[in-house]
Structure formats: structure tokens, C-alpha cells
């Protein structure tokens, strides 16, 4: 063997196996080399006597280590009749001296599959293993693994064998082994001194050792020893011993069984130490236990109270006398199949510690913290009555959840500003968190009749199923409402009206339709709430929220919560309408700036104009269409810079002269906006502008050959479309990029042009239909292409709201104008 591994094997067990296998397989030499993560140390029983120098020629020799470490590597048998022509071998420098030519060696596997070292033979001289010699080998290393493992079993901690033996002595400790074979049972000086004897009295079997053993506790220990042995596993035990002067020693036994070459238990290993010392100790844990404010129990393995402290007497409602050698199941039938039960059970089968928290139903009625611990003698548990924290942190879990619904009725509401959307979202939020259901009603301006400015908007029930009556009951409630209701009362005051009670028949007393209280009936509501939404003064809104029998009545939280939201939702009503009312002025004021295009009769002509998502965000955009004193047909399509009310006026002043222009000078696209730019800096408008102007044009026998001319001029405005009567789509962009109107007045225009063929169709509109902030211009045209191609099968005014439908965002940024020409 190495020299480096000798403190391992010299003089120990492993030796003798080494010299063993050099002997049974006739070769010269032998050895055992050990895996680099293993612990080296001495063996715990060294072979009697020494080993004579023939012995010891088998162990010495070449460092061979190498062909050891390629058995490891492989972990599987290695077989080199001849190493110097084995390319695996050849280059190792034993074999390049000749100091080895043959080499058998085989894995040192241990029970749980870890590869502990090889054990090989070697020979000087090539030589043919044979099967028979493998199988020899293979035998051996049970043996050797044995060895290997007490080896490291028995190490100490510490990296020298002299702090390991100095560390037992100091915490005194004895060793104890048990040879199954010969019946000798052996142990150190420390271990017949705790057992109150000598090596001279001792008689060194298990019988003697027995004699040593208290006697009410014998059987004990002879069944944990027999256990081990049977199993071949491990030995627990604690005992008394009964010493010379009548005095009781505690001592506790720890070890294992081990298996020898027939897997088959060969020895028994252990230590032992005094315990005494812990035991006495045990007495002032007792009065510890009992003083601590936590309650404390123990379980032993069959589930019966072995010890209850006075605080776990308190909790669970019971005394020592009915608790103690009671099974825990028959006591507290309620644990099984609960958490308590899975827990406990889970714990002692795995051994492993647990902690949980769980409900315990009356008569305890109470949450608990528990801790578990299995050990030797079954279960310790402690626990405390938690339910006082419980229900803070409920609490807490509820303020933090009413937290989130006011979040997110924020953000729903503020998420739009259309006031019918608004309160629709807003009856979806409220169910289940507040309500089983709910209605959410606006209050509109209008007639002297309250009932005729109430209009149900929004409704919602926790149960899919029940939805469709809902609906039917808001379609019928509203009408039916008498000046009593407490709807009525909600809509004349500041407050919520509360329904504590008995809701299905209070609300019915006031309902004048059979209908309607047939459909409340099937709603069954038990409670009820009626909270006005107030928005600047008045209110904008209500909120009808209801809960059944099995859920209780709305709590002083459940109110506080209401009303906040109905804060909430009556100032984002009240925003959502004045929106739409400056929204419908400022697009009002535009679309009384656009006119309806002429109806020439080879022309079909579709217009549309969408404001922005915006209150006062429209004015800058603008189509038009005239018929030019030659019967000519123009087409504008334009957009001032801005989106306010000056934008529109603007608009509106831009409009005026290219249609005085063009109508009186009779020009073309390039001339007419030409002088449109001469006159805004004669004006001095200040302002800019896109435009694009088209001209229809038509000769005799284009007349006659149903087709046309489209001459066009742009001024810095997207390309017009053409879409072909065969389905092709076409960008009509400028040759080269256009100056925007308001620049430069003397900016010479010129005209592009494009024959029309029967049904073709050509598409001018503003950049609010392909602007995206995540898209350039140039894709998003080439998206309204692609889109355009999709929609050649329909008519004009279909496309145009189809093609509205998919190019526009749900939140428009910007308005948009179309002008779509069909030649006919």
C-alpha cells in the first residue's frame, strides 16, 4: 500500500485482508486504495498479534496507487493481464519500470452504493486473470469494506488520531464490542468503570454484561440489543446500573450492528456515557416545565399523555389525572383527520421536528402555534392559544384587502371617461368582496320625475347563474319604486340608507310591480345598502348593494368602505360627465365646420371625423369636398398643427380660403394650395398646417371609357391610397418630400396624377390614423395597406367604419378625418 494511506491500514484489520488476498490469488504483491473524501483513521479493533515479514513483503512494493485510482474512476472490476500493453496502464510510471506487468483490482462498493476505495493485486510479470481469481477478490472486499467503515466510523472528528483519543477521554466516554461469532463481549477501561466493574471480574460476554444492568430495566436493553441485531441496525438504550455502595448510575448506550462477509451480523459497536447527572436533571426540567407560561405535553409512541404540564391543563380544558395515559384521540376526537393529526403522525414517522398552526373546534374553539418533536420516547409538543393574533392579523388581511378594492375602484373608474363604463366596472368590483350583489344606478338631468332620470348601468351577483335575474330585475325595479323606497330616500339625501334586516320584505313593501317582487324574491336579499355616489355637490350616482342570509349584515367597516368608494365614484362620474360635455361642445364646434361632401353622379364620395380620447382634444383635423365651376370634383383632406378650440378656428379660417380659392380661381391641386400658403402670410394666420388636394378630372372620352384622372398636391400630408377594383393596394408617396403649408409662401407645388378605372378607390385621411407610439410612420402606413387589402368587398361607408374599427386604439390620442372616393 502507499505509504501515505499506512496510518489507515498499518497493524489494523484491512492489513490482514490485504495479505489475505495477496495469498489466495499467488501474487507477490497487494494493496487498498482509499477514496480521497474518506476520513482516514485508525481502525477501532486492531488485529491481535503482529504482522511477520513475510506478511509484510506482500504490503510493500511500488507505488501502485495509479492503478488503484483508475479502478475508482471506473467503478467496475479492472483486469490487466498484461499492463504495459493496456493503453489505460502502459504510461503509469510502475509500469514503465517494470515494477508491475499484471494488475487485478476491484471497487470497495459499500450497502449504500458509495465507492469507498479498490482493493487489487499485482503482479511483476504478465499473467492471465482468471474469473475464478475475480470472484475471489470481489468475496474479499466485503470484508474490507467492513473495515474501511468502522475505520471511519471510529474516527475522530478532528484531524489527528491523538485530539480524537483526547477528546473521548475528556468527555468521557467507553467503547464497548460485541463479537457475535465468539460470543466476547468486550469493553475499554471507561466502560467497565461505569458499569461498576473491572477486567478481572468482568466475564466478557453478554450474559455478564446483562448482570450489570439494573434489573427492572434487563429486558429492556436485551430487546434494543436484539433489535439491532436482527435488523442489523442500529442500538439505543437507557439504563441504570446498580454499583457496590447501593447507589443507581444512569447510563446511556449508543451503537450499530455490523455485517460481516456473509451479510449476516458479525459484531456489535458502541459507546456508552453517564447519564446520571441528566437525569437528576430531569427534575428541575420538571419544575421548569411547569412554571413556563407555555403549555407543554408528551406523547408516548402508542399517542398516550405521558406528561402534561399546568399551563397545557389550562388550555386544554382538562386535568393532569383525566389527560395523563389518556390516547389523544379519544380525548380530542376532533383532531383526527385534521391538521393536528396529519402533523403528529408525519413527525414521528419521519422523525423529523414540525411546526404549524391550526383550529381546534369547541369546546376549545381556539387557533393554536404548535412545535413537535419526535425522540426515543415519542413525541414532545408545545403549543400556544393564538387565536386573539389570528384575529388581528385578519383584521390587518382585511384592511389590506379593502386597501386594494379602493385601488382598484380608482383605477377602473379613472381608467375611463365615459360615465356609463365608469359605474359598470364599478358594480364588478364591489361583488363578492362587499356585496352578493349589487346595482349601480346613474342619475341623469331631466325630467321633475326621479324615477324617469335613474337608469340601472351596471349590475353584478357572485353566482354566474343568478346574473340573468339581475339583469331582469334592474330592467324592472326602476319603474316600480315608490316615493317610500329607500332608494328614493338615498337619492334625497347625503347618507346611506341601511336595510339591517328581513331586505326581501322591507324592499318589496315599497315595489308596485308583482314582477319586480317575484324577481327580488328569487334574489332573497337579507341586507341591503343604498349609498348615493356624490360628485360636486350633487348626486351623480347609486350603488344598491345586497347580501344574502348566510353572510350577515354590513358591518361598521363594511360601511366606512362604502362610503369611500361612493366618494371615489361619484368625483369620477362627475369628471366622466363634464367630459363628455365639454368633449361633445368642442366636437360639436368641429363637426359644424364640416360639411357634407357633393353627390357628383361618377363619383361615390364616404367621410367620417373621431374626436380624441380627450375632452377639447379636436379642432386640427378636416376634410372637404366641392364641385369647381368646370364640374371638376376636389377632395381635401388637412390638419392643423394643435388640438385645441384655437386649432379649430384655425381650421376653420384654413378651410374657408382654399375653398374661396379654388372655386374662384377654377386651378389645379399644386396652384390652389399654392395660393392658400401666399395667403396665410398676407393674413399672417400664424399657424401651420398639412393638406392634400385632389382633383377628379374627366375628358369625353374618358367619359366614354369610364375612367379618370386624380391629380393631386401635397403639402407635408400622409400619401393618399389607391385600392384597385382587383383588390391591389397602392401608396401614392411623393417623389419627393413637400414643404407644410404656413413655411414658405413662394414654395413652388407641383401635381402628381394617377388614371382611375371603374370602381377604384382612393383613400385620403389625416395621421391620427396611423400614428402609434410604438410604430413608425412608414410601418403604420404600410399597415393601413395591408388593412385596406382586407376590406376591398366591402361598400364605402361599411369600410370606413371597419377600417376605423381596427386601425384606431381604444384611448385615441389624436382625432382623425377620412375622405374615400369611389369612381362609379
Not at 399523555?305 to 383525566?322: C, D, G, I, P, T
Request: charged content about 25%; glycine content about 8%.
Amino acid at each position: 500500500m502507499p505509504e501515505r494511506r499506512a496510518e489507515v491500514t498499518s497493524l489494523t484489520g484491512v492489513d490482514r485482508l490485504v495479505v489475505l488476498a495477496a495469498r489466495l490469488l499467488a501474487a507477490p504483491r497487494a494493496h487498498v486504495v482509499l477514496a480521497d473524501d474518506l476520513r482516514a483513521a485508525p481502525a477501532a479493533v486492531p488485529v491481535p498479534g503482529p504482522l511477520d515479514e513475510p506478511d509484510r513483503e506482500h504490503l510493500a512494493g511500488p507505488d501502485a496507487e495509479p492503478l488503484g485510482r483508475l479502478v475508482l474512476a471506473a467503478g467496475a472490476p479492472l483486469v490487466l493481464p498484461d499492463a504495459t500493453a493496456d493503453p489505460r496502464s502502459a504510461d503509469l510510471s510502475c509500469v514503465r519500470a517494470g515494477e508491475v506487468a499484471a494488475y487485478l483490482g476491484v471497487p470497495l462498493v459499500s450497502e449504500s452504493g458509495r465507492v469507498l476505495g479498490a482493493l487489487g493485486v499485482l503482479d511483476a510479470a504478465p499473467r492471465a486473470w482468471t474469473e475464478q481469481d475475480c470472484h475471489l477478490l470481489e468475496h474479499l472486499v466485503t470484508l474490507v469494506v467492513a473495515d474501511v467503515e468502522l475505520a471511519e466510523l471510529s474516527a475522530a472528528r478532528d484531524d489527528t488520531r491523538m485530539m480524537g483519543r483526547l477528546a473521548v477521554a475528556a468527555s468521557g466516554i467507553g467503547t464497548f464490542d460485541w463479537d457475535l461469532s465468539s460470543g466476547v463481549f468486550d469493553g475499554d477501561l471507561r466502560m467497565l468503570e461505569l458499569h461498576g466493574t473491572n477486567r478481572t471480574d468482568f466475564g466478557r460476554t453478554a450474559e455478564a454484561f446483562e448482570e450489570l444492568v439494573h434489573p427492572e430495566d434487563r429486558s429492556r436493553v436485551r430487546e434494543a440489543l436484539g433489535e439491532a441485531v436482527r435488523t442489523c441496525g442500529d442500538y439505543a438504550a437507557d439504563f441504570r446500573v446498580q454499583l457496590s455502595d447501593g447507589s443507581v448510575r444512569w447510563i446511556t448506550a449508543r451503537g450499530r450492528a455490523l455485517a460481516g462477509p456473509e451479510h449476516t451480523p458479525s459484531r456489535v459497536l458502541g459507546a456508552v456515557f453517564d447519564t446520571t447527572a441528566a437525569h437528576a436533571g430531569e427534575v428541575r426540567l420538571t419544575r421548569v416545565l411547569e412554571a413556563m407560561p407555555t403549555a407543554f405535553f408528551q406523547l408516548s409512541p402508542d399517542w398516550r399523555f405521558s406528561y402534561v404540564n399546568a399551563e397545557a391543563e389550562r388550555v386544554l380544558q382538562k386535568s393532569r389525572e383525566q389527560l395523563n395515559d389518556a390516547v389523544i384521540w379519544e380525548l380530542f376526537p376532533a383532531a383526527i383527520g385534521n391538521d393536528f393529526e396529519t402533523h403528529y403522525r408525519g413527525a414521528m414517522q419521519s422523525g423529523q421536528p414540525t411546526m404549524f398552526e391550526a383550529y381546534y373546534p369547541p369546546p376549545l374553539d381556539a387557533w393554536y402555534e404548535v412545535r413537535a418533536w419526535p425522540h426515543s420516547d415519542g413525541l414532545a409538543v408545545y403549543f400556544n392559544d393564538i387565536t386573539s393574533r389570528r384575529h388581528s392579523d385578519a383584521l390587518l388581511d382585511e384592511a389590506v384587502r379593502r386597501s386594494e378594492l379602493l385601488a382598484g375602484v380608482s383605477d377602473a373608474l379613472t381608467g375611463t371617461l365615459d360615465a356609463e363604463k365608469a359605474v359598470a366596472r364599478l358594480a364588478r368590483l364591489l361583488v363578492p368582496e362587499l356585496a352578493d350583489w349589487c346595482l349601480v344606478t346613474l342619475v341623469k338631468d331631466g325630467p321633475a320625475d326621479w324615477r324617469q332620470r335613474l337608469e340601472d348601468v351596471g349590475w353584478w351577483h357572485a353566482d354566474p347563474d343568478m346574473l340573468p335575474i339581475v339583469e331582469r330585475y334592474a330592467a324592472a325595479r326602476i319603474p316600480a319604486l315608490s316615493d317610500e323606497s329607500f332608494v328614493a330616500q338615498a337619492l334625497g339625501g347625503a347618507q346611506p340608507v341601511l336595510i339591517h334586516r328581513d331586505a326581501t320584505l322591507a324592499i318589496s313593501r315599497v315595489l308596485s310591480s308583482e314582477d319586480a317582487r317575484e324577481l327580488l324574491r328569487a334574489l332573497a336579499p337579507s341586507s341591503g345598502m343604498v349609498v348615493p355616489l356624490r360628485g360636486r355637490g350633487r348626486t351623480v350616482g347609486l350603488v344598491s348593494a345586497f347580501r344574502g342570509a348566510e353572510r350577515g349584515g354590513f358591518s361598521e367597516d363594511d360601511q366606512r368602505t362604502m362610503r369611500e368608494i361612493a366618494t371615489r365614484a361619484g368625483l369620477a362620474i362627475d369628471n366622466a360627465r363634464l367630459y363628455g360635455e365639454q368633449r361633445a361642445l368642442a366636437e360639436g364646434l368641429q363637426r359644424s365646420l364640416l360639411t357634407a361632401p357633393p353627390e357628383p353622379e361618377h363619383l361615390e364620395i364616404a367621410v367620417r371625423y373621431e374626436p380624441a380620447g380627450q375632452a377639447a382634444q379636436v379642432g386640427g383635423d378636416w376634410y372637404d369636398a366641392f364641385v369647381q365651376r368646370d364640374g371638376g370634383t376636389v377632395a381635401v383632406i388637412g390638419d392643423v398643427v394643435g388640438h385645441d378650440i384655437a386649432a379649430a378656428a384655425a381650421m376653420g379660417q384654413l378651410r374657408s380660403l382654399l375653398r374661396g380659392i379654388a372655386v374662384h380661381t377654377g386651378a389645379g391641386p399644386a396652384e390652389v394650395l399654392q395660393g392658400v400658403d401666399q395667403a396665410m402670410d398676407t393674413l399672417d394666420l400664424g399657424t401651420t398646417a398639412t393638406a392634400i388636394v385632389a382633383r377628379i378630372e374627366q375628358t369625353p372620352a374618358e367619359v366614354a371609357a369610364r375612367t379618370a384622372r386624380l391629380r393631386w398636391s401635397s403639402a407635408g400630408h400622409p400619401p393618399p391610397v389607391l385600392i384597385r377594383r382587383d383588390g391591389t393596394v397602392a401608396v401614392l408617396a411623393p417623389e419627393e418630400p413637400n414643404l407644410l403649408l404656413g413655411f414658405a409662401p413662394d414654395v413652388e407645388r407641383v401635381d402628381a396624377e394617377v388614371v382611375l378605372g371603374r370602381g377604384d378607390v382612393v383613400l385620403l385621411y389625416t395621421d391620427g390614423l396611423v400614428e402609434e407610439r410604438d410604430e413608425g410612420i412608414d410601418e403604420s402606413i404600410e399597415r393601413l395597406a395591408e388593412t385596406l387589402g382586407d376590406l376591398t368587398d366591402l361598400g364605402l361607408e361599411e369600410g370606413c367604419d371597419e377600417l376605423l374599427a381596427r386601425m384606431r386604439p381604444e384611448r385615441r390620442e389624436d382625432d382623425v378625418a377620412l375622405l374615400v372616393i369611389r369612381l362609379r
